[in-house]
């Protein structure tokens, strides 16, 4: 696409870096309803780029981050000037969201998508209780430990890795699962999964033990299960600076 052609929807956290920005660029290269932009640019951290995400997910639109928040691994340098020839020039990743679906101790069902991960932690004094499920087969009896998640490749450097998960390549067809603070058995790291994989946690003594889901933001407090997999028929487009792309910054992160 022609750099001078680009019909940008610009999108802006409450921060006030943000909502300057938003207002200088758009003056400068025009603003457009998201319904007829050809890319998105979003002006914020981490957590607005995924607020964005959520919000664009049905209309298939690229999705260009400007970092103008606290974190911004997925997002790229904020510059004002050149933005229409960055975006001639950007590199596109594809992502697939995971689906959680967790029934709660009432009977009820919290369905989410959740971009970078779903965890369970515990949520009283005990350590929890999880019996873990692959694909319908038990391989964990029972782990007890502060809490586990699933993380997707781009979720990977979020809190699986401070929960000492491996980092994942943007391309890798796998998913990573993480214990939290896991105390026995006391020397399981994890596992590796097909992203085919549909991953079941059984909540074990939750009334006495209770344990909070939570997909990225939303949660499902006192659960009894939780049924976690790629929906593959969900993809977001994100778009990098050429040599600053997922695959790049996922490699770096491992040697810093």
Request: overall charge negative.
């Given at each position: 696409m022609a750099g001078?052609?680009?019909?940008?929807?610009?999108?802006?956290?409450?921060?006030?870096?943000?909502?300057?920005?938003?207002?200088?660029?758009?003056a400068r290269y025009g603003d457009v309803p998201a319904e007829?932009?050809?890319v998105i640019v979003a002006l914020g951290g981490d957590g607005f780029m995924l607020n964005t995400l959520y919000a664009t997910e049905a209309l298939d639109i690229p999705v260009y981050g400007m970092n103008r928040g606290t974190v911004g691994f997925l997002m790229n340098d904020f510059v004002e000037d050149g933005l229409r020839d960055r975006l001639d020039g950007a590199e596109e990743?594809?992502?697939n969201p995971l689906r959680m679906e967790a029934v709660c101790d009432d009977g009820?069902?919290?369905?989410?998508?959740?971009?970078?991960?779903?965890?369970?932690?515990?949520?009283g004094a005990q350590a929890a209780k999880l019996r873990i499920s692959i694909?319908?087969?038990?391989?964990?009896?029972?782990?007890?430990?502060?809490?586990?998640?699933v993380a997707t490749p781009a979720g990977s450097t979020a809190y699986n890795y401070s929960a000492h998960g491996p980092i994942l390549p943007i391309g890798a067809e796998v998913l990573a699962l993480t214990p939290i603070a896991a105390f026995r058995p006391r020397r399981w790291r994890g596992a590796l999964l097909p992203k085919t994989a549909k991953v079941r946690f059984d909540v074990l003594e939750?009334?006495?033990r209770p344990v909070t889901a939570v997909a990225d933001s939303r949660d499902a407090r006192h659960v009894i299960s939780v049924e976690?997999?790629?929906e593959s028929g969900i993809r977001h487009r994100?778009?990098?600076?050429?040599?600053?792309g997922l695959e790049e910054r996922l490699i770096r992160e491992q040697f810093e």
């Open positions: 001078t052609s680009w019909k940008i929807c610009f999108r802006a956290s409450d921060g006030a870096d943000a909502r300057a920005a938003k207002a200088t660029l758009v007829q932009a050809d990743a594809e992502i009820t069902t919290v369905t989410a998508l959740a971009i970078n991960e779903v965890s369970l932690f515990r949520a694909d319908g087969r038990v391989r964990m009896d029972e782990l007890v430990c502060d809490g586990a998640l939750a009334d006495k976690v997999h790629i994100l778009l990098f600076d050429p040599g600053h």
